[in-house]
C-alpha cells in the first residue's frame, strides 16, 4: 500500500471539535491544542473562525446534481438505441452541457472538454454507470430481432431442407475447414448502465460481414 504524501484532512473530526473547544474555553492556547490533538496549527486557526465544523476532502462539483442527473439519462438513453457514448464523447457532451447551463466550470476550453479529472469523479458519483465493450450491431439487425421474425426464419430453413431433400440424404451435408478476414472494425468501449446483460453498438456492416476462405 503507498504511503500518503499529504497531511490535509490526516486529522478526525472529534480531535478538532476536542482542540477548538479547549482553545474557546481558554483552556489551552491554539498552539498547545494543536499538538495535543494532533492538528496542524493553521488548520485549526481556520476551523476556529467558523461556527460548525466540517470535514470535506476534494474540489467542488463542476455540474450541479440535477444537470448530471440528465446527463446519466442521456448516456442511458444513447446506449439503449445502439450508439452508447465513449469516454471522450461524454466529456466532450459534458462541457457543451456546461456551457449551455452558463457554469463556471475546470474544463478545458482549448479541448472542449471536460476532462478525466472530472470524468473518474463522475463515474465514482455514479457507481451504476460502466465502461464496457460493445458487440457490434447493425441497425437493422438491432431494429428487427423479434420472435415473430426468428420463427419465420426457420419455417424457411426447414421448407428448404425439405426441398432438396437433405433430411433424407444427410451425407450431401459437407463439413469444410474455413478462414475469414473480417472487413468492419470492432467497436470501443462505451458507457453502459449497470445491469445490462447485453450492450450492442450498432455499425455500417454485420458483425460476420467478411471474407470467407474454403479449403
Avoid at 53 to 65: A, F, L, T, V
Avoid at 117 to 145: D, M, Q
Wanted: charged share 30%.
Amino acid at each position: 500500500m503507498s504511503e500518503r504524501k499529504t497531511q490535509r484532512k490526516s486529522w478526525d473530526l472529534q480531535s478538532m471539535k476536542a482542540a477548538v473547544d479547549a482553545v474557546r474555553s481558554r483552556h489551552l492556547s491554539p498552539s498547545a491544542a494543536s499538538k495535543e490533538n494532533n492538528i496542524p496549527g493553521t488548520i485549526l486557526r481556520r476551523h476556529l473562525q467558523f461556527e460548525t465544523i466540517k470535514k470535506g476532502m476534494g474540489r467542488k462539483q463542476d455540474i450541479p446534481p440535477e444537470i448530471e442527473a440528465s446527463l446519466v439519462d442521456h448516456i442511458s438513453l444513447m446506449e439503449s438505441e445502439g450508439f452508447g457514448l465513449k469516454i471522450s464523447e461524454v466529456e466532450t457532451v459534458a462541457y457543451k452541457l456546461a456551457l449551455k447551463e452558463g457554469l463556471k466550470v475546470r474544463f478545458s476550453h482549448e479541448k472542449g472538454k471536460a476532462g478525466k479529472t472530472w470524468f473518474y469523479a463522475f463515474k465514482k458519483r455514479h457507481p451504476n454507470i460502466l465502461v464496457r465493450k460493445p458487440e457490434a450491431l447493425t441497425l437493422a439487425r438491432s431494429r428487427g430481432i423479434n420472435k415473430a421474425d426468428v420463427t419465420k426464419f426457420f419455417e424457411m430453413f426447414e421448407n428448404l431442407l425439405n426441398k432438396n431433400n437433405f433430411f433424407g440424404d444427410p451425407a450431401r451435408i459437407h463439413n469444410v475447414d474455413e478462414t475469414r478476414l473480417q472487413l468492419n472494425n470492432r467497436p470501443e468501449k462505451i458507457l453502459s448502465i449497470k445491469g445490462k446483460r447485453n450492450v450492442v453498438s450498432v455499425t455500417v456492416k454485420e458483425r460476420d460481414c467478411d471474407c470467407t476462405y474454403k479449403f
